[in-house]
């Protein structure tokens, strides 16, 4: 990596508690996104929220700024829930981008997911299919369970507290608020979930937590890609927040 190329990573204007995960030669990159931070500003002056603290191209899907070095530009390459925490992919080429835009396409992405439930999964493994519809109606997304678009999960119980569950998620497909759905779907609310979740139980385990979050994380997200010619490996992983690992 260049001196030029390393001092772009370096002097990113990172949104708050964001940190850089990793960077490969080609310009890939992951970052580890807190909860409650923007994936991109949806609307002006929404930049100190935002993953990166810059101006964002919707139709180009980029952040663009300008520094000492010049002009700049980073491809969002996914996206993840204001809530959610965790991976997320960005590179600094628009032909690396539009490699991984099929890439995702073509599902050839594996991402693993962690989240405390309300309950207790009936298997210790199971795989989830549903059909969703997803709504978009100004600039909110509500997902259901009674349309005809095809989805897929696969669930694993990690850690049984009782009334509490810590599970894996795996998602096959990549619907709009798909794992919170299906969660929800199956009597297994998603902690913190003000959408689809169980208010009640919400209200209580925040009265005595202390954490309104909604606990879904973004844990793991591996693939192999070809650019330029040459085959490469990228693996990320953003720590499970401390909440996730406190006693219940």
Not at 179 to 197: E, F, M, N
Request: with cysteine; charged share 25%; hydrophobic share 35%.
């Amino acid at each position: 990596m260049s001196k030029s190329t390393s001092e772009f990573w370096q002097k990113l204007p990172l949104g708050r508690e964001v940190t850089l995960i990793t960077v490969d030669a080609n310009g890939m990159s992951a970052m580890a996104k807190p909860a409650g931070v923007l994936s991109h500003p949806n609307a002006p002056g929404e930049e100190k929220r935002s993953l990166v603290q810059a101006s964002y191209d919707m139709a180009g899907e980029f952040y663009h700024w300008t520094n000492e070095q010049g002009s700049h530009r980073l491809w969002l390459l996914n996206r993840l829930d204001s809530a959610t925490s965790g991976v997320i992919l960005l590179c600094n080429s628009e032909e690396l981008a539009v490699v991984m835009k099929e890439h995702f396409r073509r599902k050839r992405i594996r991402k693993v997911y962690n989240a405390i439930v309300f309950g207790k999964p009936q298997a210790g493994m199971q795989l989830w299919r549903d059909r969703l519809e997803v709504n978009k109606q100004a600039g909110r997304i509500r997902t259901t369970t009674s349309g005809h678009i095809p989805c897929e999960s696969r669930m694993t119980m990690l850690r049984d507290w009782g009334n509490l569950a810590l599970i894996r998620l795996e998602p096959v497909t990549g619907r709009s608020h798909q794992l919170r759905v299906q969660c929800a779907k199956r009597h297994l609310p998603i902690v913190g979930d003000a959408t689809y979740g169980d208010f009640g139980q919400n209200r209580e385990f925040s009265r005595r937590m202390g954490n309104k979050r909604l606990f879904l994380h973004s844990l793991e997200t591996t693939f192999d890609y070809e650019f330029r010619g040459k085959r490469t490996y990228f693996s990320a992983v953003a720590p499970l927040p401390v909440e996730f690992e406190s006693k219940r």
